[in-house]
């Protein structure tokens, strides 16, 4: 039996430590924005905070990725992000909660938000 891919989405707020309550809002906008996205059968599973300001999801089907990115962006204003996207198997069976799944999709979701760091801290000078 072949193995479903799955888009394994990571993001975090970039600057959050210069926010003040960036946990309180972002927990308050990832509920709502979990519930449409469930509504509409962009995400498997419920947004997951995993550290700080970090959280991660898994899509429902690959074509609806570039819709749950552009709606997601939309919905956490004014909080900027850095996103990685993963896409490949998922170990686990497919259950809440999110951050407690593995597989190749999060392990090049995970990588893909650590090579976007490096990109901005390189062109910052960091």
């Not at 970090?54 to 992000?81: C, I, Y």
């Amino acid at each position: 039996m072949p193995s479903a891919t799955y888009a394994v989405v990571i993001a975090d707020v970039l600057a959050s430590s210069a926010r003040r309550n960036v946990r309180g809002l972002l927990g308050k906008k990832l509920t709502a924005a979990s519930e449409r996205h469930l509504r509409q059968k962009l995400i498997r599973l419920p947004y997951s905070v995993t550290a700080g300001d970090e959280f991660q999801t898994l899509t429902a089907e690959l074509p609806s990725l570039p819709a749950l990115l552009l709606d997601l962006r939309a919905t956490l204003q004014p909080l900027p992000l850095r996103v990685g996207v993963g896409i490949g198997e998922v170990a686990d069976r497919i259950q809440p909660p999110v951050n407690r799944l593995t597989g190749e999709a999060f392990q090049f979701a995970r990588w893909r938000l650590k090579m976007s760091r490096i990109m901005v801290c390189s062109n910052s000078r960091c």
